[in-house]
């Protein structure tokens, strides 16, 4: 992370000078990412930060966490504890139909993705050695009175104002100076590569036979898009924009958040971490959710606008 974080003030600073090689800071790229991306996010958390204390520190999550925790080890293999761009490409106008759509594909993709390789094969353990939890224990009254006493116990501890000010300031500077730095050089990267060589042409072609079956116009240039989604989240609606149909806009974005795989932030985390998810498994699993979350897209977008 933290050569990351230096590669994106380099590349933030080479970008606002426009210094160096103009592939890094030219309209089609450095400056989409710095100017009309990471704008945007910076403005968007800074009401973010301040909400998700309210979130954490005054027992929501652990009422919420409770209620669903059956429902979620038994659809999507976890612990009930985990439970807890539509206006860059110009469909904000289909912003219900797109919320919607999201939803349901990215539901669907964490039922199937747990059960099958390569998810299916590590084991349900762990990863402290001698610890183990047992969700199954619950107060006399069941998972609302259990529910309800988990949340009461985290108010109790509950920061006052002074401390809920600091958590979301603390908050706000981690994503600013956390991720949007790997953010930006991730996602200028990603851009120079897709925008100046031929590489997500070249992986996208077997790509382009199964967008044109599902009669996706525009196959050959939404192609590429559902690829660059690994490197970051935000790319494939940056090459959505020059996409004439609506359609196919629809369910590039629609697709693009439900990947949730991207290395500028996830993909690195997650290798940063005991799970044990190396490079090639995150590859995987960024091509199964897309498998999975294209068809449901493509149908929802013919069934809801077009």
Not at 91 to 118: D, K, M, N, Q, W
Request: glycine share 6%; net charge neutral.
């Amino acid at each position: 992370m933290l050569i990351l974080r230096i590669l994106g003030c380099v590349t933030a600073l080479m970008i606002f000078f426009e210094i160096g090689p103009e592939i890094v800071w030219s309209a089609a790229t450095g400056h989409i990412v710095l100017y009309d991306l990471a704008t945007a996010i910076v403005t968007i958390f800074i009401f973010a930060a301040e909400i998700l204390p309210l979130l954490t520190e005054y027992g929501l999550m652990e009422m919420v966490g409770t209620l669903l925790s059956r429902i979620f080890k038994r659809a999507f293999r976890l612990p009930g504890r985990s439970c807890i761009v539509a206006q860059f490409v110009g469909l904000s106008h289909l912003f219900v139909e797109y919320y919607l759509t999201v939803v349901v594909a990215g539901l669907i993709t964490a039922l199937i993705t747990p059960r099958i390789p390569p998810l299916s094969r590590i084991p349900d353990h762990y990863s402290e050695v001698g610890k183990q939890l047992n969700e199954d224990v619950l107060a006399e009254g069941g998972l609302w009175k259990s529910g309800l006493a988990a949340a009461l116990n985290k108010a109790q501890q509950a920061p006052g104002l002074k401390r809920w000010f600091q958590s979301a300031i603390h908050n706000l500077f981690d994503i600013w100076f956390g991720l949007m730095p790997p953010l930006v050089g991730i996602g200028t990267l990603g851009l120079v590569v897709a925008e100046f060589t031929p590489l997500f042409t070249w992986l996208s072609y077997p790509l382009i036979p199964l967008l044109e079956l599902m009669r996706l116009p525009e196959a050959p240039a939404a192609a590429p898009a559902f690829l660059i989604g690994f490197a970051e989240m935000f790319l494939p609606a940056v090459l959505a924009s020059n996409i004439e149909s609506e359609l196919t806009k629809f369910v590039v974005i629609t697709v693009s958040i439900s990947q949730l795989i991207y290395m500028s932030e996830v993909g690195v985390l997650i290798m940063k971490t005991r799970i044990p998810l190396n490079f090639g498994r995150l590859v995987q699993i960024f091509l199964i959710r897309t498998a999975i979350a294209l068809p449901i897209a493509i149908v929802a977008a013919r069934w809801f606008v077009f």
